[in-house]
Each structure stands twice: as structure tokens, then as C-alpha cells.
């Protein structure tokens, strides 16, 4: 059975389409999918006596050790099966019933996903009510470009009446009828839900479910996760992925309150917006030629059986989807997951992954190796057999206090031969037959290999090359995936029991890594989950002492635990001759080789954690340290590589000091300062705590600059990226303002010292702790609290025309007085001054 997209109505009745030979579409429906399991052992012939006699209740049937119940209705299945419903207080365990019915019909028929034609899509809209009434902007034009051969349509606005707008709207929708599945750039968050509103204020009768809608700019999001350098993550507008991506943006001369004044004008003018909006469709369409995210997604969803739509490409459907499919061909049904309901306490999270400090500062000189375990949970789930359905007990281990943490802990051991215990959590799984996890795991990662090796035969670039790459890379993806769905609290897949094993097996195997690595006279200085840095040895030595741990080590100690097999192998993945620590998960290091590959000219330096790979810094911290990185690292970031590392700390004071001026006296722009957050959930959820005295602690700088854009009529909903820059860092709580409201002016005092210094000074103070930084971090004049007491006619000298040595032109002297003064208010900096 093939399927290009499908839908359910409440009696659980999935309809669904596809595309024959032809390319005719055909619609298809099936009943009967809004269904529960329950274990036979639960049903007493009461309870069956009641569920055939119950007009709720559709048909009911035995299916091996589960009782399959069809409901007439959604609603009625969640009226009985919900936390609180008739099974529940009949201490009945329900199974699946939280399935929608679409998912249920993917699972229970196999179903294929058939290839969808893609379409990119962009409308334009009338400005004249704010952004959060956007449903009630007028669509001026459309412009679709097909994904297969770029053919271009486009539709435009005659006349400013609904009549009119309905004609227009009616041709888009009559135009995507050729196409399955439209991708617009934040479609889910305006071009979709505008064209819906817009249709049905227009009595347009069009059933948007026979179309797969995907949010292109969601997509790449969470494809793009490894991105460069922080500027590609802090904005992730059309204009900004399309520079980053094709170093071309849009065209000029359109800001959003232009384009109905262009419409407005006739001629040319609307010439011109229509010439605007084919554009960005355009860039739509390459930019997916150049990353092919929409192409993996496929590739995803036809693996998994989810469709390729803004809710399939979320992990959680992907994986649950599989594992299903393997559990209901053998008999396997995971107990249902409602919703927490509020104020409903939630599950503490299970025990993390180890992480240990590092033990060296400064910079480090010494050959650093670095070993890595290659796919170290799912290689944990497969060798152990890790899966809801194969964990057997669990025996209690004696507490430990947290200062106890890092001795290795006593455990028990298997009591039976075909059990494998797991070190840290004393859960047993049970060997004799493959676990769900495994399975999905052995599939992917099989499928992945396959691939892989067939990808090494082709040519490169042709078109069966990357058809091979894709698939390789979808498989890699999906099974990197498995843990994060496993360890989600509200995934069907989740016990608390299995995802602890799978991070504490971790714990012990890095933990007994590192001990052997001690043993042989190795020096660990640092370690982070499955990843271990070395100094005190050659390359070759680091290389016999990885083959020892997979041919000797790990084999042992699993054989110990149990195991039938052993998935688990180090790497040694990769070599610096330089690195800087600041901390755990934060650093920045020169390779010195890859794999064994050595480095080039357009080799970058390897850096972790610090701002200049976050979307949330200002541009000016990602430059200054992106200058620092580089000569610390020798190059890689703003110019080749080169051979001479930079350790003389003067040259780092000089860099200090014109950024310093840069920062306090040149001029900015906004993009140097903004700083930009994700909103994680709706304004109103934002709680506001209260403090002792019973006033209200300030809102975190987003969430005030998101209400007060809401006041004005944006949208602000949950996922919105708010962008705001700091006007009075004296104020209490700190004054910013959204981004919109820019002039040129801030507070540049506290740009520097909060946003600017602070965080390079962590890594100036990582590389060279010895020195001392804190000369610079002050940099606001002090405010006097009260002026001197003085006699009539006193004056005050002027202030000096040139700075004092350490405090950039344009700063010193602005507290300067040639009269008596009263005590000055605190003072908003305006480009570099102070203004009272």
C-alpha cells in the first residue's frame, strides 16, 4: 500500500491519497482505527461481556496475548482509557491508546510513503493590521516554483475587494492541485495559517489535509546543527540562511510596510513586488539544491513510514513509528502516554553522562589525542540488548553520597547465564531474544553500511552518488536519534529504567577507559561522555593502546556482565598540537590531524562551546574572539592557517585595547550588539517569581522585549526568535528594547563590559591565567553620589581633549562640570556620551 499523505476523522476513519501510474490522484479510506490493547490476562468475561455489549464500542477481537478494542469514536476511547477514565480506576493498564489514528493505520498496514511533488510557495500580504492579526491580512499575490523543473506561477491581486482576493486564492489552490507537498520559509508561522484564513473568509471549500505542509525554515533548523559560527544561528531569516548558504540575499527596497504601498501603486511598482516575491521562492529552491534537507527528510520518512510534513520530521514519529511496526509483528504493545495534566508533578530526569573538568590550563603544547567511542549508545543498547520489553529486575545499589560519586560502585551479577547486568543501575536484560531497540538499531546501522559502501563504488557527484549519501546519511541520522526519543519522558519508549542504563554503562565504560589510559602511563586531561583527551605518548602508542581496549578491554568486562556480543569500540578519531581549555564542554584546539589526514591552509580550528558558536551572543564578542581564536590557533577563522602561534600577551593587550575602542567609541551597528532568544513556550506560561519582600523579580530581557512587541501587535507566539539590544544597563531591571526600535543608540558601557569583555575575557584568562585582565573590565565612568559642596562662582576645570592613557577618546572628561551641579541622575549612554 502507498500513501502520499493521509488524514483521520473523530470515528477514527483515516482517509488517505496517492498517485497510480499516471499520476492521478486516488483517495482511499479505512475504518475502524481509533483502538486500544489490553493485556488478555487483564480481561476477565465480565469485562469482555461489557466491552461487546457497549455501544462505544466497535468490535473488539483477541490477537495473541492483547485484546484489540476499535472504539466508535476517538473521543469515547480517550473518555475510557484516560488517566483518570473507567480502566484506570479499575486498576486496568491500557496499551496504545493515545495512538492517533493516523500512526495506527501507518502501523497496523505497513504502509509505503510514496515520493510527493514539492512546490515552494510565498505569498505577499497587506500591512494594515498588526502581525498578530495577520489572519486578517489581504493576500496582494502568490508565487509557486515546482521542486523537479523550477516552473514558476504566479498570481496577483486586481482589485483591493475580498471578491477579488477569493479569485486570486482560488487559483493558488487550483494550482497546487499538481503538487503534494508545499514547503514555504516559516510557513507554520504565517504563510499557512494566512491562506487558510484568508480562503475561508472567502467561502473557498478546500480540504488543506490532501497536502503535506512543511515549515522549510523549522526544517533547516534542525537539519543546520552544524553550523560554523554563531552569526549562521542568530538569525534565521530568509535573508540571513540565503547569505550564509548562497552569499546572495533578497532583493532590496521591500521592508514589510512597503509592499501594499507598491501593490497600491500600479504599474511598475507592482511589477516590482511580483519580480520581490518570485525571488524569494527562488532562494527558496536553492537554497535546498545546496543543503538537500528536504530530500533527507524524505529519505527519513520513507525509512520510518512518517510522512515528510513539519510534524514528520520531528524525531519522536520517526522512531516511534519504526519501533511499532517491529513490536506489533511480534507481539509487542507500549503502555499509553497522555499528557501530564497540570500541576501534575513530573518524573525526576535519570542520572546524565560523565563529565570531567579539565586538569590542564593554560595553553596546552603537548600532542593532545583524542579517542572516541564510535556510536556509543546505540553500540551500548545493542550489546547489552537494551529495550523495555527484554529488562528483567532491577537490584537496589547502595546509595552513595555525591562526594562518593566518582569511586567505581560495588554490583551484583547476573543470577542467571542468559542475563546481562548492567554496572551502574543493576537492571538485567535478558539475552535470549532481541529486543526491540536492538533490532531498530541493528536495521538502521546495517542500512547505513550498506550504503556506505555502495556510495564508495560510484563516482562522486553523480546522481547515484548522492542518492547513496543521502540514504547513508538519513540512517546515521535516524539512529543517532533513538536515544534522545527513548530518554523523552513523554515518548511511548520511555522507561526510566532503560534510559538511565544506556547513560551510566557510559558513565562506567569512559570511567574504565580512562583508569587503563592511567595505567599505561597515559596523562588524562580531560573527558566528556564518550571521549577521552590524552597527553604523554606518540601517535603510535595512542593507537596500540586504542586496539588493546577493543580487542582486550571491553571484551572482558562485558563477557563479566553477561553479554553475548560486543558492539562497543573506541576510535582514535583525532589529534591537536595546541588547545585552550575554559572548561568542561568549552574549548578551542589547532589539529593536527583527522583520522590521520593532517590539516591545510583552510583548515579552522576546532572550537566548543564558547560564544562564538552561539546564535544567542552579539556580533561583536563572535568577531573579537573569533581574532583571538586566531592567534591562539594560528589562523583558520578570518584568514589561511599559518604555522606561528601567537603566546606573547602583549599582542593580546593590543587587541583588547582596540576593541575596547571599538566598542566604546566607533560606530555600531544594530547587528553588533542585538542579541537574540527563542521564546520555549507561550508568553503567558513565562511565570513571574516573587521575591522575599514580595515584589516581582524581573521577566528574563526576551520575554519583557516579546510582551511589549505583543502590546503592539506582533506575533509572539511559542518558537518566536526575539531580538532585542541593551538601552540602560544602570537601570533596574536592566532597560532593553526590541530591535525595531534602533536609532544608533545604546548603552555601550554596558555592551562592553557584559556582553562584549566578560565572555573574552574567559578565554583570554584560559590561555594566559598568569596575567592579569581585570584592567579592562571596567569601563563606565563612575557617578558621583553627590556633587562637591563649592563657593559661588567656583568652577571646575575643563575636561582634557584627549583620553588618559587606558580610557578610549570620546569617554573620558563627560562627568566634567564648570558650575554648581545637583546630584546627577544615573545616565543612559547615547553613541559613547552620556546624556543627564
Not at 591545510?600 to 556580533?619: H, L, M, N, Q
Amino acid at each position: 500500500m502507498k500513501a502520499l499523505t493521509a488524514w483521520s476523522d473523530d470515528a477514527g476513519t483515516v482517509t488517505w491519497i496517492e498517485r497510480d501510474a499516471t499520476g492521478r490522484v486516488l483517495t482511499r479510506q479505512s475504518a475502524g482505527h481509533a483502538v486500544t490493547f489490553l493485556r488478555m490476562a487483564d480481561v476477565s468475561r465480565e469485562l469482555m461481556r461489557s466491552l461487546r455489549a457497549s455501544r462505544a464500542v466497535s468490535s473488539v477481537a483477541q490477537d495473541g496475548a492483547w485484546l484489540r478494542v476499535v472504539w466508535r469514536s476517538v473521543h469515547a476511547r480517550r473518555e475510557a482509557c484516560e488517566r483518570k477514565g473507567w480502566f484506570a480506576s479499575n486498576n486496568i493498564d491500557t496499551f496504545e491508546a493515545d495512538v492517533p489514528a493516523v500512526r495506527r493505520w501507518a502501523i497496523d498496514s505497513g504502509v509505503e510513503v510514496q515520493r510527493p511533488r514539492l512546490v515552494y510557495l510565498d505569498i505577499e500580504t497587506c500591512a494594515r493590521v498588526p502581525m498578530s492579526e495577520k489572519e486578517k491580512m489581504r493576500v496582494l499575490c502568490w508565487t509557486l516554483i515546482a521542486g523537479d523543473d523550477g516552473r514558476v506561477i504566479t498570481g496577483m491581486l486586481a482589485e483591493d475587494t475580498d471578491a477579488d482576493e477569493g479569485r486570486l486564492l482560488a487559483e493558488l489552490w487550483a494550482a497546487l492541485a499538481d503538487f503534494d507537498q508545499v514547503a514555504a520559509w516559516n510557513g507554520d508561522g504565517f504563510d499557512y495559517p494566512v491562506v487558510f484564513a484568508r480562503s475561508a473568509r472567502c467561502n473557498l471549500r478546500v480540504d488543506a489535509r490532501r497536502w503535506l505542509w512543511l515549515d522549510h525554515l523549522e526544517l533547516y533548523r534542525r537539519m543546520h546543527t552544524t553550523a560554523e559560527s554563531g552569526d549562521e544561528k542568530q538569525s534565521m531569516a530568509l535573508q540571513a540562511v540565503a547569505m550564509a548558504v548562497l552569499g546572495e540575499g533578497k532583493l532590496p527596497g521591500f521592508t514589510f510596510d512597503r509592499i501594499f504601498p507598491a501593490w497600491e501603486a500600479g504599474g511598475e511598482e507592482r511589477a516590482a513586488l511580483l519580480a520581490y516575491n518570485v525571488h524569494d521562492v527562488a532562494l527558496m529552491r536553492r537554497i535546498e539544491e545546496r543543503t538537500g534537507y528536504v530530500e533527507l527528510l524524505y529519505t527519513l520518512c520513507d525509512a520510518t513510514g512518517t510522512f515528510p510534513d513539519t510534524h514528520g520530521m520531528k524525531p519522536m514519529p520517526q522512531v516511534e513509528t519504526f519501533v511499532m511496526r517491529l513490536g506489533l509483528a511480534d507481539g509487542v504493545h507500549f503502555p499509553t502516554k497522555w499528557r501530564r495534566e497540570e500541576g501534575e508533578d513530573a518524573p525526576g530526569a535519570f542520572r546524565g553522562a560523565f563529565v570531567m573538568e579539565p586538569t590542564s590550563s593554560g595553553i596546552v603544547t603537548e600532542r593532545v589525542h583524542v579517542a572516541d567511542f564510535t556510536a556509543m549508545y546505540p553500540s551500548i543498547v545493542q550489546t547489552f540488548n537494551m529495550s523495555p520489553e527484554t529488562l528483567l529486575a532491577r537490584v537496589e545499589m547502595p546509595s552513595f553520597p555525591s562526594y562518593l560519586s566518582h569511586l567505581a560502585r560495588e554490583w551484583v551479577p547476573p543470577p542467571r547465564p542468559e542475563y546481562a547486568a548492567e554496572a551502574a543501575t543493576g537492571c538485567y536484560f535478558d539475552q535470549r531474544r532481541r529486543g526491540l531497540l536492538p533490532r531498530t538499531l541493528d536495521m538502521a546501522l546495517a542500512l547505513r553500511k550498506k550504503w556506505s559502501d555502495l556510495k564508495a563504488t560510484l563516482p562522486p557527484g553523480t546522481p547515484e552518488w548522492v542518492e547513496a549519501d543521502r540514504r547513508s546519511t538519513a540512517y546515521k541520522v535516524f539512529a543517532n536519534s533513538v536515544f534522545g526519543v527513548v530518554s523523552a519522558e513523554m515518548s511511548r519508549l520511555h522507561t526510566r529504567e532503560v534510559g538511565e542504563s544506556i547513560t551510566q554503562t557510559g558513565v562506567w565504560l569512559i570511567q574504565a577507559t580512562m583508569r587503563a589510559a592511567q595505567e599505561c602511563g597515559l596523562n588524562v586531561i580531560y573527558g566528556d561522555t564518550d571521549s577521552l583527551f590524552v597527553t604523554g605518548c606518540t601517535d603510535e602508542n595512542f593507537r596500540a593502546f586504542v586496539q588493546t581496549c577493543n580487542d582486550v578491554l571491553y571484551p572482558r568486562l562485558l563477557a563479566e556482565r553477561g553479554c553475548v556480543e560486543n558492539r562497543v569500540k573506541l576510535a582514535y578519531e583525532k589529534a591537536f598540537d595546541r588547545v585552550v581549555f575554559l572548561s568542561a564542554k568549552r574549548y578551542v584546539a589547532r589539529w593536527a590531524h583527522y583520522k590521520g589526514t593532517l590539516p591545510d591552509a583552510r583548515t579552522k580550528p576546532e572550537v566548543k562551546g564558547i560564544e562564538y558558536k552561539r546564535g544567542d551572543s552579539c556580533r561583536l564578542v563572535r568577531q573579537m574572539q573569533a581574532e583571538i581564536i586566531d592567534l591562539l590557533m594560528g589562523g583558520g577563522i578570518n584568514g589561511p592557517r599559518v604555522e606561528v602561534c601567537q603566546d606573547d600577551p602583549e599582542k593580546y593587550r593590543a587587541l583588547v585595547g582596540r576593541w575596547r575602542e571599538r566598542v566604546l567609541v566607533l560606530p555600531l551597528e544594530l547587528e553588533d550588539v542585538a542579541l537574540a532568544k527563542r521564546l520555549t513556550k507561550p508568553i503567558k506560561e513565562y511565570a513571574v517569581r516573587v521575591k522575599k519582600d514580595g515584589a516581582d523579580y524581573a521577566s528574563p530581557p526576551h520575554v519583557r522585549v516579546a510582551k511589549l512587541l505583543a502590546a503592539r501587535g506582533a506575533d509572539m507566539g511559542e518558537g518566536s526568535r526575539v531580538s532585542y539590544f541593551v538601552a540602560n544597563g544602570l537601570a533596574d531591571p536592566v532597560t532593553v528594547l526590541p530591535a525595531a526600535d534602533w536609532t544608533g543608540e545604546c548603552d555601550r558601557f554596558a555592551v562592553w563590559e557584559d556582553q562584549v569583555w566578560e565572555p573574552a575575557a574567559r578565554l583570554l584568562g584560559a590561555a594566559f591565567p598568569a596575567e592579569g585582565w581585570k584592567e579592562y573590565a571596567r569601563a563606565r565612568p563612575v557617578v558621583p553620589r553627590r556633587a562637591p559642596a563649592r563657593r559661588a562662582g567656583a568652577t571646575v576645570a575643563p575636561a582634557p581633549e584627549s583620553a588618559p592613557t587606558g580610557q578610549p577618546a570620546g569617554v573620558a572628561g563627560v562627568f566634567s562640570l564648570t558650575a554648581p551641579s545637583p546630584r546627577p541622575r544615573r545616565a543612559i549612554v547615547r553613541g559613547g556620551g552620556t546624556k543627564r
